[in-house]
């Protein structure tokens, strides 16, 4: 797609001032894309926006995606949308099920009618691996889940069902991306519910002890956030028939235990700074709705779409530590 194509695309980012939402912001304008950015900052953040909020292609619309109003005025004129919109985190679905079903079940739909009301081309949205709930084979097939183990799953598992429905009964594309445990630049260290990532690089930087839940034995397939971006820009513009109207796992397609995780974490930020090798790990008692496996089949994406993940978990912690040592010490 040439330069001046891409100048006459629009892209609406819903939770465009989150973490994986202003990635995409940033990416999509740098490749020449008119990009709408619709965000009430409930877990977003200004500062993520700032690189580009004086980019005459970028527009800022700040509104909740749980006003249907705000919803109609984000996708006019709006060729694809990207929903990155959600509140996420397991443990809070189980303190707040209202707000969290509010957010990813009510604005989920909202955004449907939305554009399809508008007749956008594509509707690509962030769904879940915890979709995959209490099924015990390993890796996760899309085609094969369990049942969701945290009120956070249940929303997700039911924005698929939405999708589908909006699929059958209107005639709209929607392509599902099932992320898995995405890190990587702009994610959040602070707060209650941070991710493990983050949380992690933030504490060992500054020497203290990391509390893993359990034994450090429960494995995750940890997620660059630029096979996140490949993924989503796979999804928009494929033309294969197959590809859509269907959910795909957004993975590395290999899995690491919490253990290898902060061993790895000691090893790239001790480059900086030697003493953090010797960082004691603090161990404490496993979470509530924690599944204790996770690896994602890619054969569907790699078969559909493409998908060639150009970041291991070791990868993609290299680039990511040296970001939040560069902007958060």
Known sequence: MSKQETNNTTILITGGAGFIGSNLCEYFLGKGYQVVCLDNFATGHRCNLKAFENNANFRLIEGDIRNHKD????????????HQAALGSVPRSIKDPVTTNDVNVTGFINMLVAARDAKVKRFIYAASSSTYGDSQGLPKVEEVIGK?????????????????????????????LRYFNVFGRKQDPNGAYAAVIPKFVMQLMQMQ???????????????????????????????????INTVFNTAYGDRNTLNDLV?????????????????????????????????????????????????????GLEEAVAWYWENLR
């Open 71 to 82: 919803c109609e005025a984000a996708v006019l004129d709006v060729d694809y949308v990207l």
């Open 148 to 176: 969701p183990l945290s009120p956070y799953a249940i929303t997700k598992y039911v924005n698929e069902l939405y999708a589908e429905i909006f699929s059958k009964s209107y005639g709209m594309e929607t392509i599902g």
């Open 209 to 243: 002890s990391p509390v893993i839940n359990g034994d450090g034995n429960y494995s995750r397939d940890f997620t660059y956030i630029d096979n996140v971006i490949q993924m989503n820009e796979l999804a928009m513009l494929t033309e294969n028939p197959l590809a």
């Open 263 to 315: 061993n790895y974490l000691k090893g790239s930020l001790s480059k900086y700074r030697p003493e953090i090798a010797n960082v004691a790990i603090e161990y404490g008692p496993n979470r509530a709705g924690d599944i204790p496996h996770s690896l994602a089949s890619i054969d569907k994406a790699k078969e559909l779409l493409g998908y060639h993940p150009q970041y291991s978990l070791q990868e």
